[in-house]
């Protein structure tokens, strides 16, 4: 089935870095624009970044511009999430998202199950 | 930036109930719309895209309706399965997601 799981999450110091990865499984991972979204404690949905099916276009929110990179290698089904100098207000938890295709292009039709990451000294 | 903001934050409904949330852009952002559930715990779930259509396997008791700035969520009878969070997102300019609207038991 269509899955998505993430992982590398964990508690990091401020200041500190840290890398996200997410494997696909059961689509066409290499045709597939992916996210990622982060969700604060007890707080709402914030988009974070968002990668083409080949890598080549790239955005992030103005939140972690500069500082969190995402990419992708599409023969290993992963996408990761690069975080470098990480703040107390990175704390949350990241998911990935698979992009969806045609009339439901960019909505956010398959999501990993999240994983947590903590910022604290 | 696109801002969205969703009333209420917090409803109190009952099962059975017809429940609409609201869904309001800082500009026109035509009919690129969604709508996400998401329940404690648990990643969100896409419900309804471009404004209106239903998500496959999203039962037929949802539904939305609106264009520009403007969009509501119905839950036309409310079961207890649809007690959660919901959110809904811009994606005319990047993405965007409204606050969220806790549905909760009376």
């Known amino acids: 089935q269509v899955q998505l799981v993430e992982s590398g999450g964990g508690v990091v110091h401020p200041g500190r870095s840290l890398r996200l990865s997410c494997v696909a499984s059961?689509?066409?991972?290499?045709?597939?624009?992916m996210h990622w979204v982060r969700q604060a404690p007890g707080k709402g949905l914030e988009w974070v970044a968002f990668?083409?099916?080949?890598?080549?276009?790239?955005n992030y929110a103005d939140s972690v511009k500069g500082r969190f990179t995402i990419s992708r290698d599409n023969s290993r089904n992963t996408l990761y999430l690069q975080m470098n100098s990480l703040r107390a207000e990175d704390t949350a938890v990241y998911f990935c998202?698979?992009?969806?295709?045609?009339?439901?292009?960019?909505?956010?039709?398959?999501w990993g199950q999240g994983t947590k990451v903590a910022v604290s000294s | 930036d696109i801002q969205m903001t969703q009333s209420p934050s917090t409803l109190y409904a009952s099962v059975g109930d017809r429940l609409t949330i609201t869904c309001r852009a800082s500009?026109?952002?035509?009919?690129?719309l969604a709508w996400y559930q998401q329940k404690p715990g648990k990643a969100p779930k896409l419900l309804i895209y471009k404004a209106s259509s239903l998500e496959g396997g999203v039962p037929s008791r949802f539904s939305g309706s609106g264009s520009g700035t403007e969009f509501t969520l119905t839950i036309s009878s409310l079961l207890p399965d649809d007690f959660a969070t919901y959110y809904c997102q811009q994606y005319n300019f990047y993405w965007t997601f409204g606050q969220g609207t806790r549905v909760e038991i009376k």
């Open positions: 998202a698979k992009e969806g295709h045609a009339t439901k292009f960019q909505t956010f039709d398959v």
């Open positions: 500009q026109s952002i035509n009919n690129w």
């Open positions: 059961g689509f066409t991972f290499s045709s597939s624009a």
């Open positions: 990668i083409s099916y080949d890598g080549n276009n790239k």
